[in-house]
């Protein structure tokens, strides 16, 4: 079993930055890929990044490619998503999933998830 729990969002002005983390529990959160997922309201859970246990491979969606990075900290059992160039379509709330597997598809699913985070981006 592992638990999820997001931190960092809130509000920023577009352009201006976020920092996301999320604390996994559990002693084999290396063995795990991690992603963040983000959802609008009135639109469905998209995926946003990914990355796999040993953090040597990474998976961004084109929308974010460039403006966000994803890193895992397996020492602290940490992911971050760190979100640059912010803009107001990136308001959404923000979920942290872990998956066995490293995603090979936006449309993979996930074995745990978090509860999310909001952030909201002013125009």
């Known amino acids: 079993q592992v638990q999820l729990v997001e931190s960092g969002g809130g509000l920023v002005q577009a352009g201006g930055s976020l920092r996301l983390s999320c604390a996994a529990s559990?002693?084999?959160?290396?063995?795990?890929?991690m992603g963040w997922f983000r959802q609008a309201p009135g639109k469905e859970r998209e995926f946003v990044s990914a990355i796999s246990g040993s953090g040597g491979t990474t998976y961004y969606a084109d929308s974010v490619k460039g403006r966000f990075t994803i890193s895992k900290d397996n020492a602290k059992n940490t992911v971050y998503l760190q979100m640059n160039s912010l803009k107001p379509e990136d308001t959404a709330a923000y979920y942290c999933?872990?998956?066995?597997?490293?995603?090979?598809?936006?449309?993979?699913?996930?074995?745990?998830w978090g509860q999310g985070t909001q952030v909201t981006v002013s125009s």
């Open positions: 559990g002693r084999t959160f290396r063995s795990y890929a």
């Open positions: 999933a872990a998956r066995v597997l490293m995603w090979s598809s936006p449309s993979d699913g996930a074995n745990y």
